[in-house]
């Protein structure tokens, strides 16, 4: 199977990769896994008072396009609220990164991701966190 340039990319050039203080009460640990292929994502983003993204970091275990979803939603979220961060969805992953439909997981985990830091924020923040559904993998034509 041959990866976009921006797989690649993100691949060989990821961004935002590391960690940040998870006893930060601003910073908010979302980890995720798809049991099919063994990909662990683990995601944190940093929220200033105000409810904006500071700062996101991730670590992967995985493949190509696992690690570049990972990448790029590190770099999508930074500068948006919490709100807006949360409006992000596979589908728009998958398309900017051009995934194969074998490899849409990759882009579901992001999404899961960016959503189980999120919830793990406005919990150490006394929020009350809505139960949300795992992102189900949805095909993108064209």
């Not at 990448?71 to 999508?76: A, Q």
């Amino acid at each position: 199977m041959a990866y976009g340039d921006k797989v690649l990319d993100h691949y060989e050039n990821p961004r935002n990769v590391g960690t940040l203080d998870k006893n930060d009460p601003n910073v908010g640990t979302g980890l995720v896994g798809a049991p099919a292929c063994g990909d662990v994502m683990r995601l944190q983003v940093k929220i200033s008072d105000d409810g904006k993204i500071e700062d996101a970091k991730f670590k992967t275990f995985g493949c190509g396009s696992a690690i570049a979803s990972s990448s790029l939603v590190t770099e999508w979220v930074k500068g948006k609220s919490v709100d807006e961060a949360m409006t992000i969805k596979n589908t728009q992953i998958a398309k900017e990164l051009a995934l194969p439909p074998v490899k849409i997981h990759c882009s579901v985990l992001a999404e899961d991701a960016i959503k189980a830091a999120i919830a793990d924020w406005k919990k150490k923040k006394g929020v009350a966190v809505e139960p949300q559904a795992p992102a189900k993998e949805k095909r993108i034509d064209g």
